[in-house]
């Protein structure tokens, strides 16, 4: 039987642990062919404009590509590509409900996301979105 003071000590184990995912130092995991490929296909012919630090958060789909890349898409022709600020362990497993934490009407840097467990709802790791590069088709 766990005591009051053990429930505390396991309960902050459990937070600090949660704490190691936005460690800056661990590398991405490197992309995967499928998703390479994802990728290739959403950005073919899309020519890169300047860094936004906001875009509107209505009508975009998100596309996991790795644990540090998101691609939203707001239609064929424009495909914001979003580096995070650092990696974001099991991003790319799918199983997970992605969580965007959002102060404003729009999608912006420093926005949280949040992995969330599917099934169990315990929540996993905690990443923050970077500057979002618009991809446009080419004229």
Same mark, same amino acid.
């Given at each position: 039987?766990?005591?009051?003071?053990?429930?505390?000590?396991?309960?902050?184990?459990?937070? &600090?642990?949660?704490?190691?995912?936005?460690? !800056?130092?661990?590398?991405?995991?490197?992309?995967?062919?499928?998703? !390479?490929?994802?990728?290739?296909?959403? &950005?073919?012919?899309?020519? !890169?404009?300047?860094?936004?630090?906001?875009?509107?958060?209505?009508?975009?789909?998100?596309?996991?590509?790795?644990?540090?890349?998101?691609?939203?898409?707001?239609?064929?022709?424009?495909?914001?590509?979003?580096?995070?600020?650092?990696?974001?362990?099991?991003?790319?497993?799918?199983?997970?409900?992605?969580?965007?934490?959002?102060?404003?009407?729009?999608?912006?840097?420093?926005? &949280?996301?949040?992995?969330?467990?599917?099934?169990?709802?315990?929540?996993?790791?905690?990443?923050?979105?970077?500057?979002?590069?618009?991809?446009?088709?080419?004229?």
């Amino acid at each position: 039987m766990l005591r009051k003071g053990m429930v505390f000590a396991v309960t902050a184990t459990i937070a &600090l642990a949660g704490c190691a995912y936005g460690d !800056a130092d661990s590398a991405p995991a490197p992309i995967r062919d499928k998703e !390479a490929k994802i990728l290739a296909k959403e &950005l073919k012919g899309k020519v !890169a404009g300047e860094p936004r630090s906001c875009i509107n958060s209505r009508g975009v789909d998100a596309i996991r590509i790795s644990d540090d890349i998101l691609l939203y898409r707001e239609s064929g022709r424009l495909v914001y590509q979003n580096k995070l600020r650092g990696p974001c362990p099991g991003l790319t497993r799918g199983d997970d409900i992605m969580v965007t934490e959002s102060f404003s009407g729009q999608l912006c840097s420093g926005d &949280l996301i949040r992995l969330v467990d599917r099934t169990s709802g315990i929540q996993g790791p905690v990443c923050s979105l970077g500057n979002f590069v618009p991809y446009k088709k080419a004229k």
